[in-house]
């Protein structure tokens, strides 16, 4: 390679966060657009079609929030647990913490925007000798929420359907085996669009999306206009006040009402997984994960306190024969026709949000397999359809572990698990990568083009904080001391924890031998530095230095990520 052709290629190459050792530059990078420029700096090649733009990948990423069909779907574990306060100054606290959340991984996502996301993040932040495990344990415990996303999504899409033929036919009762069975042809309706090609399935998002925001806003205009009651609104007491159906004091129980919020909050970080697929992804990514947040934080504390300044009885709908707590809150407070209609929205919305997590899951799948994260099963795992350009095998294989996931249904209260998994599970992959940029990298950090310039440090902190307080709080049962028995348990820590107790031990014992963190699958070149323990290729004697067989880097064992 001449010295202008170095030059060159140095000029074009991305100030990014990367697994590339200082220096390290990839071949032809000079020949690429920008997008793939910055792809090819971290390790990766182009293997996606660009064909998300800032909008589209905001569209998935707010319909896998899908507020509507979130807060319905979770309204056992806000309102449920505390009450109105839930909905109001709880809604209020825990989304400023969720925005610091937010707006931390939008700075990462704008440094390395690549599918693997929080994990690649996690492996380059960690340095060399824990990037691996932190990489490991970041990458396992996001796989377990997106695995576990499209489930929990269509398992309340479905019992928000029966609930629906509840209230039309009140002699019939859902069973277990109904919901079921409808869950997974919900899941398998999903997997078939997420297996289409990316056009398509941008399309389907983006016009899912529109559905959603456009029944979001008509349920918040026909609440407060078709309210039945008199008077036809709570008192501000009430509204704003903590009814605690909890055996722990009232302080606790609005902590734990947090799980509904944290739950309904957490899909913004779909953007970042999307961000190979997404043109000018430094700025579009970090963009649409602060517009999903802000939006949804915004939009959410309207519907929530028009439920609370609406709800008449909060026992009886939470207790309700229709085993849907929503189902019961619509039809407690409009009228038959009018409660059926805005059911129906929730419903269709929830449809468009489980596709979202679909989607997804299938392209966080495709990173960790990229990585051999899943062992002997990485290999499937990260081809790509030729004929539709997309990760069809990974959409399959997490159709299939969300099937097996569905089987609590027939447990009882163990299926809500999957509820709180969804949210301990994204907070700990959301939050690893925050606390190891504040505590190992601090000022060393490379910034991309989007930033938080002075707050970055402080956001960081609050967002590791709020997760710190919670991560224990979401494994509380709602009962304690002689009203505890197996039914009530809360069985997440069990869930969760034996899962990633088998993911470190399996770390250790054998994974830490092959796992080396993000693999980078791209040529390129070493600009003749002295790094340790890197063997190179020796240059033929008369050659002129240049093509593709001067200085490619062969392997390394300890060389410093470029950070």
């Known amino acids: ?125 960690a340095g060399p000798k824990y990037g691996p495990f932190a990489a490991w344990i970041t990458g396992w415990s996001n796989w377990f929420v997106q695995v576990t996303g499209a489930p929990s999504v269509d398992y309340g899409c479905a019992a928000m359907i029966l609930a629906a033929a509840s209230i039309v036919n009140p002699e019939y009762i859902p069973t277990s085996y109904q919901t079921f069975l409808l869950t997974v042809f919900i899941m398998l309706t999903h997997a078939c669009i997420s297996s289409m090609p990316t056009l398509w399935i941008a399309n389907f998002n983006s016009v899912g999306t529109t559905i959603n925001l456009l029944c979001l806003f008509i349920v918040i205009i026909i609440i407060p206009t078709a309210a039945m009651g008199d008077p036809k609104f709570n008192s501000n007491s009430f509204a704003w006040g903590i009814q605690n159906s909890t055996d722990w004091p009232d302080g606790i129980a609005v902590l734990m009402s947090f799980l509904s919020i944290i739950w309904t909050m957490s899909g913004y970080d779909a953007s970042f997984h999307l961000s190979e697929e997404c043109s000018n992804a430094s700025i579009a990514t970090p963009r649409s994960i602060v517009m999903t947040a802000v939006s949804g934080s915004i939009l959410g504390f309207v519907l929530n306190t028009l439920i609370a300044y609406t709800v008449r009885d909060v026992t009886n709908i939470i207790e309700s024969d229709l085993g849907q707590p929503f189902a019961a809150y619509v039809v407690q407070v409009l009228p038959q026709k009018t409660a059926l209609a805005v059911l129906a929205m929730t419903i269709v919305c929830a449809y468009s949000m489980g596709q979202g997590c679909m989607v997804a899951a299938s392209r966080v799948c495709f990173a960790y397999a990229r990585d051999d994260c899943f062992g002997v099963v990485s290999r499937p795992l990260k081809k790509v359809n030729r004929y539709t350009l997309t990760p069809v095998n990974a959409v399959w294989f997490n159709t299939s572990i969300g099937v097996v996931l569905l089987l609590l249904i027939f447990g009882g209260a163990a299926i809500d698990a999957i509820f709180s998994i969804g949210a301990i599970a994204a907070y700990v992959a959301f939050t690893t990568p925050i606390f190891l940029k504040i505590v190992f990298v601090g000022n060393k950090f490379r910034r991309g083009p989007w930033h938080l310039g002075a707050l970055s440090l402080p956001s960081g902190i609050a967002a590791c904080c709020f997760v710190v307080v919670m991560l224990p709080i979401l494994c509380f049962p709602s009962v304690r001391g002689a009203d505890l028995t197996l039914e009530e348990m809360n069985w997440t820590a069990l869930v969760y924890g034996a899962p990633m107790l088998f993911v470190v031990l399996w770390f250790f014992i054998d994974a830490h031998k092959w796992f080396k963190g993000p693999k980078i699958n791209i040529e390129h070149h070493m600009l003749h530095q002295q790094l340790p323990d890197v063997e190179g290729i020796e240059v033929p004697s008369g050659s002129t230095g240049s093509g593709k067989d001067s200085d490619i880097e062969r392997g390394s064992v300890s060389k410093a990520p470029s950070i």
């Open 1 to 125: 390679m001449t010295a202008h052709e170095v030059q060159r290629q140095e000029s074009h190459t991305p100030a990014v966060t990367t697994v590339f050792a200082e220096g390290d530059i990839p071949d032809h990078i000079a020949e690429m657009s920008e997008d793939e420029a910055v792809l090819a700096s971290l390790g990766y090649k182009q293997e996606f079609k660009r064909e998300f733009s800032a909008w589209t990948t905001f569209a998935v990423s707010f319909a896998v929030m899908g507020l509507l069909p979130s807060i319905a779907t979770t309204m056992w574990y806000g309102l449920g647990y505390a009450g109105p306060a839930a909905n109001t100054w709880g809604w209020l606290l825990s989304v400023f913490f969720i925005l610091c959340v937010a707006s931390s991984m939008a700075e990462l996502a704008s440094s390395m925007p690549t599918s693997g996301g929080l994990y690649y993040a996690a492996a380059v932040l």
